[in-house]
């Protein structure tokens, strides 16, 4: 039945990709070609040079392996220094609270606050200075200096919409 109704699309879709693969196939092999040159140095080695190399990456690997691992090795023992630290803090703190005292990291947090309260900086103010507006001025009343200073509501208020006269806009255009 899947023959019956796409036997011609099945038919035209292999002589298609037959016409592609034949007018494509000698660049992409090619191209695996000049790719397999550049990136396979060792076709043109000799075995004791191929050697030599395989023994310089593994001395390569030690390298690096011998780094990882120090460097794992000094992460270890930080981290059990900060955990001896933080056991020793612990212990510390039970042996003040049994003896009625604060607890060091309770300290550690007031003393935090008061640094944050003494050195929030303040901002004084100049006495010299004049003030940027008078004592009067309120921003939704304007100014007594005319008419032209007061708010006014927008546009969209009607027929007339905001207009002075009628038949002439604010702005003068008709």
């Not at 690096?64 to 703190?93: C, G, P, S, V």
Request: hydrophobic share 30%.
């Amino acid at each position: 039945m899947f023959i019956q109704s796409y036997g011609w699309f099945m038919i035209f879709g292999f002589v298609f990709s037959m016409v592609v693969w034949s007018n494509f196939e000698t660049p992409i092999r090619r191209f695996f070609q000049k790719r397999k040159r550049q990136f396979d140095v060792t076709d043109n080695m000799t075995p004791e040079q191929i050697e030599a190399r395989m023994e310089a990456m593994d001395l390569a690997r030690r390298r690096m392996q011998e780094k990882y691992d120090r460097e794992a090795r000094q992460r270890a023992e930080i981290r059990q220094q900060m955990e001896e630290e933080k056991r020793q803090r612990l212990i510390d703190d039970h042996d003040a609270m049994k003896a009625g005292k604060t607890q060091s990291g309770t300290q550690k947090k007031i003393e935090k606050k008061l640094e944050q309260i003494n050195t929030t900086n303040v901002i004084k103010k100049n006495k010299d200075a004049k003030p940027l507006r008078p004592s009067t001025h309120s921003p939704l009343g304007g100014t007594s200096s005319g008419p032209s200073t007061r708010w006014r509501p927008g546009g969209g208020r009607g027929p007339s919409a905001g207009s002075v006269c009628e038949g002439k806009s604010r702005r003068g255009l008709v």
